[in-house]
């Protein structure tokens, strides 16, 4: 008979620094039971662990990470006895660990059976013959792999001091949580996974792999399903593998002789006119249901998964001007890909459960993201995340586990490490269709072409994991998915970073400019495939205070600090302000740091989302000479005080959001300066072509349309269409400073898209203090000014269930949104007027 435990549940836990308390032979003795031990939760990170025992206080608040350093230097063990059914102490079995972190040594009655030090990939150690009957213990002792890297090289690995400290790059595990720009150093270390007991004497059915190749022209699909099979006896057993499509009652089997040890067996199946599934907004998320199983020894395992048919393809032909495309193509048809990079959700990363998961897809479905980047210096997607952006169509691009640094590829055992993780990784998540890239790396290649890996020792030692074992490996277990080496990356010998060749990361903009962030610069970039970039702003001013010690709610005050983002609080040069201060003082010409903090947030927030808008709106009206606008990044790790993201810890709205979800929107407007027109852009990306009308013009800031004119268009299918064009000379006689373009789609006379445009910055524009008039009509709210009225808003903690937030009120030209009775009576909470008018 074939079973299962689960040893989850309450274990003793202690820990040890001390050469003669760090051997788990120590706490075998029965005398020990109940002394020194904190009752600790399996699974859950130590941190957690020790909070419950009151020893440490919420790592998000104040300065509290750094009280918690103490726990990444310790040596925890774990004392857990369990009762054994007899069956399974006769009978091959398996200790089964589903996350360790990290370095583990494993003890069962005594005796060691086995050590693991690879967080990315379960643990699965072989206890046959080492099992009692009735009471057993287990002893684990776990540390975060600082002490065993102590002695390996650091230097030319990875950059700055914290790199020789943590040697991260000897770890498999999440890499940010020795400490990024925009996530504190606190370094995971325990159980943090499912902990079971396994027992068969018959076949056991290990990882099963399914996906779909469909044919050219999407008639026909084959689906591939692959199973891993460990035989127990010494002599071969008779089963059968067998695989059943629910929907369509298709079935195929596979008689086997399975002899000891692994094995790896494929079944096949044809579908006709295969319900495809599609990225959200372009069709169906069609899923059949796949159940597999195993007969061997009069028993059955059975596992059932769900899949979906796709063809990925990236187009990389010749670009017309220079160059080459580079178009993401699922089933024949190109979609832009609108969306922000995903970090793993916590500091505690495996604290995240499902319903986190699915609120942030939720909240990236309503910003209108198709895609999300699964960033490589965190953590494989979890199949609760992968499930969520299945069901709603949301593609994942998933860089494997490398971000940032050299990686030790020239040792033996790294590499056949490295090897087994993305093998499993590959199989494991397989089946999501929403899975369309694997791609190698986060800007390891970069590094190899402009951070210095060329001259340095070791040179280029992660090579072929890079550019041989990974791409093998991919194309071997899941050639349904993409590969690409890195990201940035280009083909033909171009530098990684190529604007017209493959995928960019185009930071130019707020990293590399010292006086602040002058995203007026991202209105000439050209980028093909943009990965990754973005705007450093503020949190909501609620998330502010939750993590703020009272004594502590001003500019630069310790927790302040402590929270903010290095890029943000430093500048490339002495004596200047750091680059999220200096933004507010190029844009709005004002002095920051005599800014009280509630205005700073709220000024600093609103020049993120201009920043944003100006990003996406660039690259959707280039579509697809430009086939992406991915920002950095969409969901924060940890409570911040300046950050990427459009959702913050809390998964409260930044100011942002709302001017994201309008710039991603399906059918959308862009007006951009090119030379000496204006020009106004219809996007469409849907699969339907759109009708109605663009209105379009210039207006004055104190009021007035000198230039108004309406035209009916048609915006075909997933295009960009140039859809009116003027002098700019026109403009420029109204006065730069005193007025902006515009542009409006309507749909039966109502607005659903709006656009403006300035080409002198917010500092130098007259505006003036704006009259907002209000009123409601049934669930109807309507907002109106016969001035020019920047950044209306209308809820600044980012707490209230708006249908929308953040907007400009043209002069004279009302603006609608939806209102519910339950968010009680509406008003303007701040105007970004006030920014420049109070100077």
Not at 237 to 243: D, E, H, S, T, Y
Not at 648 to 653: F, H, I, Q, S
Request: negative net charge; charged residues 20%.
């Amino acid at each position: 008979m074939s079973g299962s435990l689960s040893l989850n549940g309450t274990w003793g836990l202690t820990w040890a620094e001390g050469s003669h308390l760090m051997h788990p032979s120590h706490y075998l003795g029965p005398s020990l039971r109940g002394r020194r031990l904190l009752p600790a939760a399996v699974p859950a990170p130590i941190h957690q662990v020790l909070r419950a025992a009151g020893l440490l206080e919420d790592p998000n608040l104040g300065l509290n990470s750094l009280k918690a350093r103490w726990v990444e230097e310790q040596f925890w063990i774990y004392r857990h006895t369990f009762t054994v059914p007899a069956e399974a102490a006769e009978q091959p079995a398996w200790l089964v660990f589903d996350k360790l972190e990290l370095d583990t040594l494993v003890l069962l009655n005594g005796q060691e059976v086995g050590r693991h030090a690879n967080a990315n990939r379960p643990a699965r150690f072989a206890v046959t013959g080492k099992l009692r009957p009735g009471e057993n213990l287990l002893v684990v002792r776990v540390d975060a792999g600082f002490h065993s890297a102590a002695d390996k090289p650091g230097n030319g690995f990875c950059s700055g001091e914290i790199g020789l400290l943590t040697k991260r790059h000897w770890h498999r595990n999440p890499q940010y949580q020795v400490g990024w720009d925009w996530n504190a150093r606190l370094t995971n270390v325990g159980i943090l996974g499912d902990v079971r007991l396994e027992w068969s004497a018959v076949p056991r059915l290990d990882q099963v792999t399914l996906f779909a190749l469909p044919s050219t022209d999407l008639s026909t699909a084959t689906l591939f399903v692959r199973a891993s099979i460990e035989g127990v006896a010494e002599e071969p057993v008779a089963a059968v593998l067998r695989a059943r499509v629910v929907e369509t009652g298709q079935e195929v089997s596979l008689p086997l002789s399975v002899v000891q040890g692994e094995s790896r067996h494929e079944l096949q199946l044809e579908i006709a006119n295969p319900r495809l599934w599609w990225p959200i907004g372009h069709g169906e998320q069609f899923r059949y249901t796949v159940e597999v199983t195993l007969e061997a020894g009069g028993e059955t395992q059975r596992v059932v998964r769900r899949t979906g048919v796709r063809r990925v393809e990236i187009d990389q032909s010749p670009h017309p001007v220079e160059g080459r495309y580079f178009i993401l193509k699922i089933n024949n048809r190109p979609i832009f890909c609108k969306g922000g990079n995903w970090v793993p959700a916590d500091m505690l990363y495996s604290t995240v459960d499902a319903a986190r998961y699915r609120e942030l897809v939720d909240l990236a479905v309503a910003a209108n993201f198709n895609l999300l980047r699964v960033w490589g210096g965190g953590l494989f997607a979890d199949h609760a995340l992968c499930d969520a952006c299945d069901e709603q169509g949301i593609l994942l691009w998933h860089d494997f586990l490398f971000a940032c640094a050299q990686y030790p590829g020239d040792d033996p055992d790294f590499a056949a490490e490295v090897r087994r993780e993305v093998t499993f990784a590959v199989r494991d998540l397989a089946h999501h269709p929403s899975l369309v890239v694997w791609c190698g790396n986060n800007e390891v290649e970069w590094g190899d072409w402009s951070w210095g890996y060329d001259s340095q020792r070791p040179a280029h030692p992660h090579y072929v994991l890079f550019h041989h074992d990974i791409p093998r490996i991919v194309h071997a277990e899941d050639p349904s998915t993409a590969h690409w080496i890195s990201s940035p990356y280009s083909p033909d010998f171009q530098h990684p970073n190529d604007p017209t060749v493959g995928d960019q990361h185009p930071w130019g903009v707020s990293i590399n400019n010292p006086g602040g962030a002058d995203w007026w610069e991202y209105r000439t970039y050209v980028d093909r495939f943009p990965n990754e970039g973005g705007v450093l702003g503020a949190t909501s001013p609620a998330t502010l205070r939750q993590f703020l010690p009272e004594n502590e709610r001003y500019l630069g005050s310790p927790s302040w600090d402590h929270h903010d983002n290095p890029i943000a609080c430093t500048a490339h040069e002495a004596g200047l302000l750091g680059r999220a201060y200096a933004t507010v003082e190029l844009w709005l010409g004002r002095d920051p740091l005599a800014m009280d903090w509630e205005e700073y947030a709220f000024a600093s927030a609103l020049l993120q989302a201009e920043g944003l808008r100006e990003y996406i709106t660039n690259y959707r009206r280039r579509m697809f000479s430009s086939a992406s606008a991915i920002f950095w990044m969409y969901n924060d790790s940890w409570p911040v005080t300046h950050g990427w993201t459009i959702v913050d810890y809390y998964r409260r709205k930044k100011l942002a959001y709302h001017p994201v979800r309008r710039a991603f929107q399906p059918v959308s407007v862009v007006v951009a300066a090119e030379a000496d027109t204006v020009t106004v852009y219809g996007v469409n990306d849907t699969p339907e072509p759109w009708s109605g009308e663009v209105r379009y013009g210039l207006f004055r800031l104190a009021g007035g349309l000198p230039l108004d004119a309406t035209a009916a268009v048609t915006l075909p299918a997933n295009a960009s269409t140039a859809l009116a064009q003027f002098d700019r000379g026109q403009w420029e006689e109204l006065g730069l400073r005193q007025s902006g373009a515009f542009a409006l789609l309507l749909e039966r006379g109502r607005p659903i898209a709006q656009h403006r445009l300035f080409l002198e910055r917010f500092k130098d524009l007259a505006l003036t203090e704006p009259r907002i008039s209000l009123s409601r009509e049934g669930e109807r709210l309507t907002l109106a000014s016969e001035t020019f009225a920047w950044g209306v808003c209308l809820d600044l903690e980012g707490e209230l269930a708006l249908a929308d937030n953040c907007f400009d009120l043209l002069p004279g030209i009302p603006y609608t949104l939806p209102w519910h009775t339950d968010l009680g009576e509406p008003r303007v909470i701040r105007v970004g007027n006030a920014l420049v008018t109070s100077r």
